[in-house]
């Protein structure tokens, strides 16, 4: 079975500062990994996804997260914090050839880290 | 499609009434998933599609709830009987395939009153 844990429910940073959120995951195979934002009242959107390649994945906004298979984590973090970043964040999982029911062989969310930003 | 499209992006209806919802996914786009989201809560999963098949339908909350897709294009969410705690927003989304990035839809907010 797969599963995902996001380690913190609500994470709070001044603007400016690093913002650093936590996803650990479990998997019998190799997973693909993603990170999903939700802006309030918005629908979900991707972030960035790791398939297998580098290690160290870019993605939109100037976010990224490193894979690291030795730790079964995925952290998502970026230098900088901005106002516009306030949302909550989702860590996915997905792993091929897996039948536990509920969510598998599609996709599997954490229960989110709501990212509060302080002015 | 452009993007992942559901309707209607709002209902409202009575305790007891029958609810259909839909959702039209990216063109081309072989899995198809079913979400559930509870105000201040995390995403709950239902169901998925890979093309028109359900694998596995242990994610549906009750009888009442069911779904199908047809032509590996379209797909309903059916809610029979609605009860105050099927209230949601209800959230679709496709993919390629299988365990590649998904898309999601804007959402139905369901509220049973």
């Known amino acids: 079975a797969q599963s995902v844990t996001q380690l913190d429910s609500h994470v709070s940073v001044s603007e400016g500062t690093p913002v650093l959120l936590r996803c650990n995951y479990s998997s019998s195979y190799s997973p693909s990994l993603f990170w999903y934002v939700q802006h309030p009242n918005k629908g979900l959107q991707l972030l960035l996804k790791?398939?297998?390649?580098?290690?160290l994945v870019k993605g939109i906004n100037g976010f990224e997260a490193e894979f690291k298979k030795s730790e079964t984590s995925f952290h998502l973090t970026k230098p900088s914090a901005h106002m516009s970043d306030a949302a909550e964040y989702f860590c996915?999982?997905?792993?091929?050839?897996?039948?536990?029911?509920?969510?598998?062989?599609?996709?599997?969310f954490g229960k989110g880290t709501h990212l509060i930003i302080q002015p | 499609g452009a993007g992942v499209s559901q309707s209607p992006s709002n209902k409202v209806t009575e305790k007891g009434k029958d609810v259909e919802l839909r959702c039209d996914p990216i063109s081309g786009h072989t899995a198809l998933y079913w979400y559930r989201q509870s105000l201040g809560q995390g995403l709950e999963f239902l169901i998925y599609?890979?093309?028109?098949?359900?694998?596995?339908k242990s994610g549906l909350p009750s009888d009442r709830f069911s779904a199908e897709r047809t032509g590996g294009s379209v797909s309903t969410l059916t809610i029979q009987r609605t009860q105050q705690e099927d209230s949601a927003v209800y959230l679709c989304a496709s993919s390629l395939i299988l365990r590649t990035e998904a898309f999601f839809g804007q959402g139905t907010r369901l509220t049973v009153v």
């Open positions: 996915v999982v997905s792993a091929p050839g897996e039948y536990s029911g509920g969510g598998a062989d599609g996709l599997t």
């Open positions: 599609f890979q093309g028109n098949s359900a694998p596995d």
């Open positions: 790791y398939t297998s390649a580098a290690t």
